[in-house]
């Protein structure tokens, strides 16, 4: 049964800071890799990738919060993964709900890894709002 439950949104000031975390489980075998990513949607617009990060190490970033964001992952030893995503310098236009999102490990560019279709499970999201 895979699980993801996203925590960490909130409300912020233009500037500031926030850290959002999501703790897979269920999931993943160890024989084959992993890919995880985070997405937002804002009220009115569609859907957006915003990090990606697979189990080589690889990051995407979309262009609207690279510098600003960090993907990372955490690996625990119940087999538990917890992707985070470190939100600096935040701003207006990143208000939106945030969901984090994962598969198995595929090979893709950097628009495959950002884009919503490529992932089969889903949380349920966590609101940022930044003013």
């Known amino acids: 049964h895979v699980q993801l439950v996203e925590s960490g949104g909130g409300s912020a000031q233009a500037g500031g800071s926030l850290r959002l975390s999501c703790e897979v489980s269920?999931?993943?075998?160890?024989?084959?890799?992993?890919?995880m990513a985070w997405f937002r949607q804002a009220p009115g617009k569609e859907r957006e990738g915003v990090a990606a990060?697979?189990?080589?190490?690889?990051?995407?970033?979309?262009d609207s919060v690279a510098g600003r964001f960090t993907i990372s992952v955490e690996h625990r030893d119940n087999g538990k993964k917890i992707v985070y995503l470190q939100e600096d310098r935040l701003k207006s236009e990143d208000t939106a709900m945030y969901s984090c999102?994962?598969?198995?490990?595929?090979?893709?560019?950097?628009?495959?890894?950002?884009?919503?279709?490529?992932?089969?499970?889903w949380g349920q999201g966590t609101q940022v709002t930044v003013s």
């Open positions: 999102a994962a598969n198995e490990y595929f090979h893709a560019g950097r628009s495959s890894y950002l884009n919503p279709n490529a992932y089969n499970y």
């Open positions: 990060i697979n189990s080589n190490g690889q990051e995407n970033y979309a």
């Open positions: 269920g999931f993943f075998s160890s024989s084959r890799g992993f890919c």
